[in-house]
């Protein structure tokens, strides 16, 4: 499912229009990505958590040339999906 079929898929299950509904989704995302970049973890019970974690500096390898490499530090959002999706998809 791309973001124009969730909007409307969003729009046909809450009777919006499709261009209230595709406000709601940038809304949410824009919210989203503004708490993850405050360092904060966003938590919606039932269905998941976004966070922020640190992925260290590490060696890794060109597939073409196979010489080693090294790979920066950095960030990066990961998702814990909650337990009524697990639950839903098992």
């Known amino acids: 499912m791309n ?3 969730l909007v409307s898929s969003i729009a046909a299950k ?3 229009s499709k261009a209230d509904a595709k406000k709601a989704v ?10 993850l970049k405050g360092g904060d973890k966003v938590s919606l019970i039932g269905f998941g958590t976004f966070a922020v974690i ?10 073409l040339t196979k ?3 090294s790979i920066a ?6 998702f814990k999906a909650g337990s009524e999706i697990d639950n ?3």
């Open 54 to 63: 640190e992925r260290p500096a590490r060696q890794g390898m060109n597939p």
């Open 14 to 16: 809450s009777g919006l």
């Open 26 to 35: 940038d809304a949410c995302v824009e919210s989203i990505v503004e708490a």
């Open 73 to 78: 530090a950095k960030k990066v959002a990961k």
């Open 67 to 69: 010489k080693p490499i």
């Open 3 to 5: 973001k124009s079929e």
């Open 88 to 90: 839903a998809i098992n």
